[in-house]
């Protein structure tokens, strides 16, 4: 379905499950996480590096599919109805001066408004917690120096290239030993390409979940992605309250 909506080759959709252990040549049940960076030492350059630029800005563009569904969390959670309250929502989310302030707002905001549901809370912190951990990848993506390996200092090196952290960058560059603190070849990229997108789909879920009808956010709980596992407990606890008769309401009642 995926491939259809987002044109993504189907390959890369029915491998989603491998991605994770494909970056560190393990096997899947590894405690190595989606959104951990491998050490800069062991990335090889590969492809060229227009190729990088490419895989950037594919990356990039995916990430903006995140800041889209939380732009409608957001909106949600401070009870926009009309077209008048979702501008002024949207205003103020993007009047906030970075993602990791407009996670920590819409913390707040959930904890407000679902004080009466902690399962939903729980959810959604779950989702804004899996936003905060792929951040620094956005970031390191977003402002990293693609490098040409095969011409650098005008000497043959290895072939390819790689997106690794600027040299300005003192926080995460040691130029004592010139150690970029990360390095992503065209594999890496595409891998946090698709990582981001697959979050920006449970978004999608989520805002069906936790703020239109019963009926739809059974159907959307029950969507799973190989991100999905990051989200347990709290998915599963909330999908068991909706799954309860007692919480079961009819349908066509209107989106929170």
């Given at each position: 379905?995926?491939?259809?909506?987002?044109?993504?080759?189907?390959?890369?959709?029915?491998?989603?499950?491998?991605?994770?252990?494909?970056?560190?040549?393990?096997?899947?049940?590894?405690?190595?996480?989606?959104?951990?960076?491998?050490?800069?030492?062991?990335?090889?350059?590969?492809?060229?590096?227009?190729?990088?630029?490419?895989?950037?800005?594919?990356?990039?563009?995916?990430?903006?599919?995140?800041?889209?569904?939380?732009?409608?969390?957001?909106?949600?959670?401070?009870?926009?109805?009309?077209?008048?309250?979702?501008?002024?929502?949207?205003?103020?989310?993007?009047?906030l001066t970075s993602t990791s302030t407009r996670l920590e707002?819409?913390?707040?905001?959930?904890?407000?408004?679902?004080?009466?549901?902690?399962?939903?809370?729980?959810?959604?912190?779950?989702?804004?917690?899996?936003?905060?951990?792929?951040?620094?990848?956005?970031?390191?993506?977003?402002?990293?120096?693609?490098?040409?390996?095969?011409?650098?200092?005008?000497?043959?090196?290895?072939?390819?290239?790689?997106?690794?952290?600027?040299?300005?960058?003192?926080?995460?560059?040691?130029?004592?030993?010139?150690?970029?603190?990360?390095?992503?070849?065209?594999?890496?990229?595409?891998?946090?390409?698709?990582?981001?997108?697959?979050?920006?789909?449970?978004?999608?879920?989520?805002?069906?979940?936790?703020?239109?009808?019963?009926?739809?956010?059974?159907?959307?709980?029950?969507?799973?992605?190989?991100?999905?596992?990051?989200?347990?407990?709290?998915?599963?606890?909330?999908?068991?309250?909706?799954?309860?008769?007692?919480?079961?309401?009819?349908?066509?009642?209107?989106?929170?």
């Amino acid at each position: 379905m995926c491939s259809r909506l987002f044109r993504i080759p189907a390959r890369r959709c029915s491998a989603s499950a491998s991605l994770y252990s494909s970056w560190w040549g393990l096997d899947f049940m590894t405690e190595k996480k989606p959104w951990d960076k491998p050490e800069p030492i062991t990335v090889m350059p590969n492809g060229s590096i227009l190729e990088i630029y490419a895989c950037v800005g594919a990356a990039l563009s995916r990430w903006a599919l995140v800041e889209g569904m939380l732009l409608e969390i957001f909106c949600h959670l401070l009870y926009a109805k009309d077209q008048d309250s979702w501008y002024t929502a949207s205003k103020i989310f993007g009047h906030l001066t970075s993602t990791s302030t407009r996670l920590e707002q819409m913390r707040v905001a959930g904890d407000a408004h679902f004080i009466k549901k902690p399962a939903h809370k729980d959810f959604l912190k779950a989702n804004l917690n899996l936003v905060s951990n792929f951040l620094p990848r956005r970031n390191d993506i977003a402002h990293g120096v693609a490098v040409d390996y095969s011409t650098q200092d005008g000497v043959a090196r290895q072939n390819g290239a790689a997106l690794q952290t600027p040299h300005f960058n003192s926080k995460d560059f040691d130029p004592a030993v010139n150690k970029p603190g990360y390095k992503y070849n065209i594999d890496l990229l595409r891998d946090y390409e698709q990582s981001f997108l697959l979050l920006g789909l449970e978004l999608m879920s989520t805002v069906k979940i936790l703020f239109w009808d019963d009926q739809h956010a059974l159907s959307a709980i029950a969507n799973w992605t190989p991100l999905s596992q990051h989200l347990l407990p709290a998915k599963d606890n909330l999908k068991s309250l909706l799954s309860s008769p007692s919480n079961l309401t009819f349908p066509g009642k209107s989106p929170a």
